[in-house]
């Protein structure tokens, strides 16, 4: 899976902009996280990155992509916070990272890094 990180202005109408065009190439938006401040971005992840990139070129997006890897963990207080700590201690930095899904005693999590 991939994550389209892509870079907007912060104002009205910027992040609906980018899903409308996303959309208009039917592609289905799985997760995005959006951010606004003096820089504003949106993390998106859909079902067809070849047709995603295509909208994004058509409509002169700033972006960059970076490959989604997945861990599964125990669904349990401080199993994220092991997660965590064990890729710092083996020095991976973390750019990203959702849970992507909980099922009964184990979670999902989709991450990507330097």
Do not use: Q, W
């Amino acid at each position: 899976m991939k994550e389209y990180r892509i870079m907007m202005n912060d104002e009205p109408g910027a992040l609906a902009d980018y899903c409308e065009a996303i959309a208009a190439a039917d592609v289905n938006i799985l997760a995005v996280v959006a951010v606004g401040g003096d820089t504003a971005s949106a993390t998106i992840l859909t079902d067809n990155p070849d047709a995603t990139s295509g909208a994004l070129d058509g409509m002169g997006a700033s972006y960059t992509v970076a490959e989604l890897k997945s861990a599964k963990l125990d669904h349990e207080p401080g199993a994220l916070a092991s997660f965590t700590r064990g890729m710092a201690s083996s020095g991976v930095n973390l750019k990203s990272l959702y849970i992507m899904s909980i099922e009964g005693d184990s979670a999902t999590v989709g991450y990507t890094t330097d």
